[in-house]
């Protein structure tokens, strides 16, 4: 079956927020957690597209510069390949740089490359170039004025025009295609202008009918190479569609109700620490993590919050292991990768002697550091229970592993109920 797509995601999180947009569009996918080997890609035959869940956001240009090529090159062959990014675009010069992993995608595929970030079945919007994204609170903000995105620990966003936030991190020329020309109908007129004059071309997208529009051009024009959120997808899965290039039925799963559910937190949002008090109010038990004993290696700290787990689970219980409660003191430096992996042995010990077989992690370097402590060679999508955080089905040699449900969630995602809501299954209303 002939490859249409393939992706690199740039944390786990978001890299499941792609297998959910193509479950949705009929498209069939596996998501790698590693490079996959003959032997494991021929575990998931007929699949369509492909991904590789990688943690480039967390990393440096150097790191990228090391492990991106190779990355890539096990994608080619696909319609497009596709960097896959947040849908807040952030990033930095020097840490998760969206710009070098552009250099690094043009060197390989050529030019022009397409950037879309709007994802606005996420509240996510590209308007004249500039993001906005809905918070906690309901409200639309624009990105370097967004309550969390302004004040993110390690890559604040302080500024919404993405060209401007893209040339402290690539020298590579950016040309626009703005709102007012993709809803005029001349947005290929346009690409056709700036396209061979520009290493890669921005797309504004405010609605479903933007991404569909700009999808048809992805197709026409064979773009090789995109980079942007999981808006991207959904502009070729419309487009495919609409095309009758994909035709099978739109997955509808649905998830059972577990009685007990481990939360792994790392996240600083504060939707995730009105999350957190709202699960406990709803019968979680939550704890604490002393995260300068967990950074120093404290064998205790480990066993302890392991112990309260599997006491609390043993009675019945949800648990909540939790490392803050709403945005870091700006005194205290982030430490994503080490607090990710130190949670995730914790995790992978109380599965193992739990038997528990649905488990979230609660942020963008939880997930990726975590996850990767389980063992799993392989995702795919399960059901749908928010947008951006679907429930998907792991693949390991592990049998305590293997099955095992997970739902991975950004700080920004989910309502006050969310943690409950994964226990049961539920979909959003």
Not at 147 to 171: F, G, K, N, W, Y
Not at 293 to 300: I, K, V
């Amino acid at each position: 079956m002939t490859l249409r797509y393939a992706f690199y995601g740039d944390d786990f999180t978001g890299s499941t927020d792609v297998l959910e947009q193509l479950a949705e569009g009929g498209v069939n996918a596996a998501l790698y957690l590693h490079e996959p080997t003959a032997e494991l890609r021929g575990r998931f035959p007929g699949v369509e597209a492909i991904g590789i869940a990688g943690e480039s956001r967390s990393r440096s240009p150097d790191w990228m510069d090391e492990n991106l090529p190779s990355a890539f090159a096990a994608l080619q062959g696909a319609g497009v390949v596709h960097y896959k990014t947040c849908s807040t675009f952030d990033s930095s010069p020097q840490t998760g740089s969206i710009g070098r992993a552009l250099d690094i995608g043009l060197d390989l595929f050529g030019s022009p490359a397409v950037i879309v970030v709007g994802a606005p079945y996420m509240g996510r919007y590209v308007a004249f170039g500039n993001l906005f994204a809905r918070a906690g609170d309901d409200v639309v903000y624009r990105i370097d004025r967004h309550p969390t995105m302004s004040r993110h620990p390690v890559t604040p966003m302080r500024e919404a025009d993405l060209i401007r936030h893209l040339a402290d991190q690539t020298e590579r020329r950016i040309e626009r295609i703005s709102l007012d020309r993709i809803k005029s109908g001349v947005a290929g007129a346009t690409f056709d202008e700036v396209g061979p004059k520009a290493d890669a071309v921005l797309f504004d997208g405010v609605d479903l009918d933007d991404l569909e529009k700009t999808g048809e051009l992805l197709l026409d024009r064979n773009v090789r190479f995109a980079v942007g959120s999981s808006g991207l997808t959904r502009a070729l899965v419309l487009a495919w569609r609409k095309r009758g290039l994909v035709t099978e039925d739109i997955a509808t799963g649905a998830a059972d109700e577990v009685e007990r559910l481990l939360v792994i937190s790392g996240s600083c949002s504060p939707v995730t620490a009105i999350q957190i008090a709202r699960s406990a109010e709803l019968g979680f038990q939550t704890e604490k993590v002393d995260v300068t004993a967990l950074l120093r290696g404290e064998a205790s700290e480990e066993q302890r919050l392991t112990d309260a787990a599997l006491a609390a689970l043993k009675s019945g219980h949800s648990f909540v292991i939790h490392s803050a409660e709403g945005p870091l003191d700006q005194s205290l430096s982030p430490a994503g990768e080490r607090l990710g992996e130190a949670l995730g042995r914790i995790a992978r010990t109380v599965i193992r002697r739990s038997g528990l077989r649905r488990i979230l992690f609660a942020g963008g370097d939880t997930s990726s550091h975590g996850v990767a402590q389980l063992g799993v060679d392989a995702l795919t999508w399960a059901a749908p229970i928010e947008p951006g955080a679907p429930l998907v089905r792991s693949h390991a040699e592990d049998p305590s592993i293997d099955g095992l449900e997970m739902v991975l969630k950004g700080g920004q995602i989910g309502g006050d109920d969310f943690f409950d809501r994964v226990r049961r299954g539920t979909p959003p209303g």
